[in-house]
């Protein structure tokens, strides 16, 4: 199913009154607090986030998975769900290949289906969490730090051929989260997985094209569960510095331990210039990968307002935007669309914080005016801000309205099956 803009008109039609309503009311208070509505508006159409393939498919867990019905099995066929994302609500304009799970057969035909939806390549993904059919050694005990130079070999092959897939498609990243640990004490030495890892990383960061950029991604635990060799970010800006200036630290919002100040780590990194990537989800425990927002966008906006403050504040390079979830309840579409919306209200309520009066508060050590002036922009309601900014882009007023409204689900099961499948986890 393709989304037309005689869609997304005739969805809008019966919400623009109330929606026009809605938008002036506030943006006449925004105006009144001396905020430039056009300008905050033209931010929140600037943000794009990547969608990862194998967030459009329905995730398990380790007990069972519940397909959902109508999935993409084919990359071009992921392609052209976020397509479908980025019609309904224009702020999806590319998508993350995870490598070997969308290894393209036909570069000129993946290049044209994307082009098609509008939509081009982000950061593309290295795989040695897992063993794939033929391969000829094991990552069961790690890859990219395993005390078996040819184990590490094979890794750092692995990582340079996703490289070469991503340049024919035209990305400009690699991400690597590397999940080599141990499970119990005395399985490995951590000095010479961590020296391990950072001669393998080398190699791979010495194959970057002179435009390319590799992101580290850092997780304390999972899938080992006593040790982690890139477990925090304090260990992954050491790896990125030690590499060069096109290594840089990424944040995925799951890879941090219960009650982890995450905002403060944004705010270190942004200072250091070497936030390079951003992965959103939610968690209540762990890597739980739930929707962005659900549950705690207080954080949420909190780590946005460190973003925003580093982008007026810092050199940090504008970072490579994506959502990394995995959905085994919800219809996958609608959790990506929820949590767009929710980084871009996020974004937006960080966009309106009284920077100014913030700081004069800092200065005199008044508490609560502090508290009052962050609350007041994030319990301000931006849904019709962020629904004008998609209006004036092309989209749906509501996306999600008129993802349901159009059945796209239905007719997803229709032309694809009830048991099709999506490869990735
Ligand atoms: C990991 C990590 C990576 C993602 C894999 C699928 O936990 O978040 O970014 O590539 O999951
Ligand atoms: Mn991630
Ligand atoms: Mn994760």
Redo the contacts with the bound molecule.
């Keep these: 199913m393709k989304i037309t803009t005689d869609h997304i008109q005739i969805s809008n039609k019966p919400l623009e009154v109330s929606h026009a309503r809605e938008f002036n009311f506030l943006a006449e208070n925004l105006e009144k607090k001396g905020l430039n509505v056009e300008a905050l508006i033209q931010k929140l159409r600037d943000f794009q986030i990547a969608i ?1 393939s ?1 967030a459009l498919g329905t995730g398990g867990t380790r007990f069972g998975r519940f397909s959902g019905g109508g999935e993409p099995s084919t990359l071009i066929q992921k392609i052209q769900d976020v397509g479908i994302l980025h019609a309904l609500n224009r702020s999806s304009d590319s998508i993350s290949l ?1 490598i070997p799970w969308d290894i393209p057969q036909d570069y000129e035909a993946i290049r044209q289906a994307a082009a098609e939806v509008e939509i081009g390549f982000d950061a593309v ?1 290295s ?1 040695t ?1 897992q063993d794939q059919t033929d391969q000829s050694l094991s990552y069961k005990f790690g890859s990219l730090a395993n005390s078996d130079k040819s184990i590490r070999e094979l890794a750092i092959a692995h990582n340079q051929e996703v490289i070469q897939i991503g340049e024919k498609l035209g990305s400009k990243a690699l ?1 690597v ?1 590397l ?1 080599d640990g141990s499970s119990f004490p005395g399985q490995h030495s951590f000095r010479k997985a961590l020296q391990n890892t950072h001669e393998s990383l080398q190699e791979i960061y010495q194959s970057l094209p002179g435009d390319w950029n590799m992101l580290l ?1 850092y ?1 304390p635990y ?1 899938p080992y569960f006593y040790t982690t060799v890139i477990p925090d970010w304090g260990t992954s800006f050491l790896l990125a510095n030690k590499l060069g200036d096109k290594a840089y630290t ?1 944040v ?1 919002l ?2 941090h331990l219960p009650n982890t100040n995450i905002e403060q780590i944004v705010a270190t990194l942004m200072t250091e210039g070497k936030l390079g990537g951003f ?1 959103f ?1 939610d968690s209540k425990y762990g ?1 739980d ?1 739930l929707t962005v927002g659900s549950i705690k966008p207080y954080q949420l906006f909190l780590i946005f307002n460190e973003l925003v403050m580093g982008f007026e504040e810092t050199s940090n390079p504008s970072p490579a935007w ?1 959502i ?1 979830a ?1 959905h085994n309840l919800k219809d996958p579409m609608e959790d990506l669309l929820q949590s767009v919306e929710a980084i871009k209200l996020a974004y937006a309520q960080a966009l309106i914080v009284d920077r100014k009066a913030l700081e004069a508060v800092q200065d005199e050590q008044d508490l609560g005016q502090g508290q009052e002036i962050l609350q007041d922009a994030f319990r301000t309601d931006l849904r019709p801000l962020v629904r004008e900014s998609i209006r004036q882009s092309g989209g749906a007023i509501s996306p999600i309205q008129t993802y349901k409204g159009l059945k796209v689900r239905e007719s997803q099961i229709k032309e694809r099956g009830k048991d099709s499948k999506a490869s ?2």
Excluded: Q
Aim: avoid cysteine; hydrophobic fraction near 30%.
């Design positions: 990862p194998w995870h993904n795989n969490f991400t989260w999940a991604e997780k999972e990424l995925d799951g890879h992965h989800n890597d990968d994506m990394d995995s990735g986890l």
